[in-house]
């Protein structure tokens, strides 16, 4: 079946432009993350959505960052007046959510680089 | 204390090598934990998950270990197709919460 999948794959912006980042997650599931990934580096948690539960955003670094989860699937991550600092590989992973063991899915990334 | 801890690596061992390597976590009531795999400029997947009775992958074993919260990973007779970062994942609590991933450990077999 189709995994979760992003868009874009690769993404170049200007300091200062504004992006979003789009995530499909696996159809069914209610749980879907947010990570970021520079060079070389460990997963950064960003954001959280569980089903209509209100998000954990604790991980944005930022006001700058928001996330949006549409009817409980598609979500759009957004990142304003973009800085170098925030140049990564974004991914998104979902889950089935719930009680039960959570295995995450993840999607490929999309690769933001901010000149 | 960071919730999830690993150590970095990177471990460089031959080819037919065993390997191991520990994961610890923090919150002790953590309920579900896992092991990921990513290559190089790839997502993470899953490897394993890990049970209170430890499980064995073929050449993979993880076992948890409750009392000093620590997981680990055994990989067995290595290739070099075992080469990438593995990642340890814990669930803190049995019902939905947010699952956190340690930084990862780099493991690079040589021929």
């Known amino acids: 079946g189709a995994g979760v999948s992003q868009s874009p794959s690769n993404k170049v912006t200007e300091k200062g432009k504004d992006v979003e980042l789009r995530c499909d997650p696996i159809?069914?599931?209610?749980?879907l993350y947010w990570y970021r990934q520079s060079l070389g580096q460990g997963l950064e948690f960003l954001i959280y959505?569980?089903?209509?539960?209100?998000?954990?955003k604790s991980g944005l670094p930022s006001d700058r960052f928001s996330a949006e989860r549409t009817g409980g699937s598609v979500s759009t991550l957004t990142i304003q007046r973009t800085q170098q600092e925030d140049s990564a590989v974004y991914l998104c992973?979902?889950?089935?959510?719930?009680?039960?063991?959570?295995?995450?899915?993840f999607g490929p990334g999309t690769r933001l680089l901010v000149l | 204390r960071k919730e999830v801890e690993q150590d970095p690596g990177p471990f460089n061992v031959p080819e037919g090598a065993t390997v191991a390597f520990n994961c610890t976590y923090s919150?002790?009531?953590?309920?579900?934990f896992f092991w990921y795999r990513q290559d190089c400029r790839k997502e993470p997947k899953l490897l394993m998950s890990v049970y209170s009775s430890g499980n064995e992958d073929g050449r993979f074993t993880a076992q948890l270990n409750r009392a000093s919260q620590y997981i680990s990973l055994l990989i067995r007779d290595s290739k070099l197709s075992d080469s990438a970062t593995y990642l340890c994942?814990?669930?803190?609590?049995?019902?939905?919460?947010?699952?956190?991933f340690g930084s990862g450990t780099r493991l690079s077999i040589r021929p």
């Open positions: 992973a979902s889950s089935q959510g719930g009680a039960s063991v959570e295995t995450q899915y």
């Open positions: 159809s069914g599931h209610t749980a």
């Open positions: 994942v814990v669930n803190p609590y049995s019902s939905a919460s947010k699952i956190i």
């Open positions: 959505f569980q089903g209509n539960s209100a998000p954990d």
């Open positions: 919150n002790s009531a953590s309920q579900s």
